[in-house]
């Protein structure tokens, strides 16, 4: 997940540095939908990675699977959400970095509490885990100032995938 965003990082630079260095100030791009100017098609491309609100909802479809998975004993299916919950959020850190200072415990203790209980297979443990886990999602978003966003237990399944 960090290669990911560490490409696009890249590409964007890259795309800022070859705009820079055109002699042509004022040149014209034909695209459809992302500008006629390198500093419009930029501004539009970082408009379509959209914020932090959009990592906050591939989280929560994740959020979601993570606890049926470890419910149903799936544990390499917990594992895979797990993970891709963590690389969600660190990409969005790339966006909005000032975001990250207050995910520190969730990142480097809360998930990782979890992935233990994951791989030891132990259902009670995960369940106990799982509930420290949501509630530091809850911490989360007090402190970003959004406390009217409450992450609860999930309480019905909305997967199409069979656990």
């Given amino acids: 997940m960090k ?26 791009y ?9 500093e419009e098609i930029i ?14 909802i591939e989280t929560n479809y994740r959020y979601n699977e993570l606890y049926w998975a ?3 004993s799936n544990w390499g299916y917990a594992d895979y959400h797990l993970e891709k919950i963590v690389g969600s959020i ?9 975001r990250e200072a207050y995910s520190a415990q969730f990142l480097n203790a809360n998930a990782p509490q979890l992935m233990e209980t994951i791989e ?3 259902r009670d443990a995960f369940m106990e885990s799982f509930v420290r886990f949501a509630g530091s999602c809850n911490t989360c978003h007090e402190m970003h100032d ?10 019905k399944r909305t997967s199409m995938v069979k656990l």
Avoid at 30 to 38: F, H, I, L, Q
Avoid at 90 to 98: D, I, L, Y
Avoid at 146 to 155: G, R
């Fill in 3 to 28: 290669r990911f965003a560490s490409i696009m990082f890249v590409a964007a630079m890259a795309a800022i540095i070859i705009s820079a260095c055109q002699t042509e100030t004022n040149k014209r």
């Fill in 30 to 38: 034909d695209t459809r939908w992302a500008g006629e100017t390198m």
């Fill in 43 to 56: 501004a539009s491309i970082e408009n379509q990675f959209g914020g932090f609100d959009q990592t906050m």
């Fill in 70 to 72: 470890g419910y149903d």
């Fill in 90 to 98: 660190e990409r969005g850190f790339v966006r909005r970095p000032a």
């Fill in 120 to 122: 030891a297979g132990d």
């Fill in 146 to 155: 959004v406390a009217f966003i409450q992450v609860i237990i999930p309480e």
